[in-house]
């Protein structure tokens, strides 16, 4: 009933940067939070930074200050905007959203990742 795709992964240099996006489509009333998270090979998958309905935001430690997530609510889409990369950001990238469908339901949601890799 509803899908997330994201897009914006690709290999950067470090210090470089990178903008993920993450765009929900389907049966969509409105959308309560949406969550970027990150699972590198031979880890748990982790949270990056989040953002609720109401634009509060929350970033793990290992990126607060170089990560920016934003949403447009009119679009459904979710932004990470990823400044001063480091090699040990390189993981794979999913992004999540809590969100409540037209028949009433609530969907907790997946998109399928976007690879990062920080390499020189």
């Known amino acids: 009933q509803v899908q997330l795709v994201e897009s914006g992964g690709g290999l950067v240099q470090p210090g470089g940067s990178l903008r993920l996006s993450c765009v929900a489509s389907?049966?969509?009333?409105?959308?309560?939070?949406m969550t970027w998270y990150r699972q590198a090979p031979g880890k748990e998958r982790e949270l990056v930074a989040g953002i609720t309905g109401g634009s509060t935001t929350n970033y793990a430690d290992s990126v607060r200050g170089r990560f920016t997530i934003s949403r447009n609510i009119a679009l459904n889409t979710a932004y990470l905007q990823m400044n001063s990369l480091k090699p040990e950001d390189t993981a794979r990238y999913y992004c999540?959203?809590?969100?409540?469908?037209?028949?009433?339901?609530?969907?907790?949601?997946w998109g399928q990742g976007t690879q990062v890799t920080v390499s020189s």
């Open positions: 999540n959203a809590v969100i409540r469908l037209t028949v009433g339901a609530v969907s907790n949601t």
């Open positions: 389907g049966s969509i009333f409105n959308i309560n939070s």
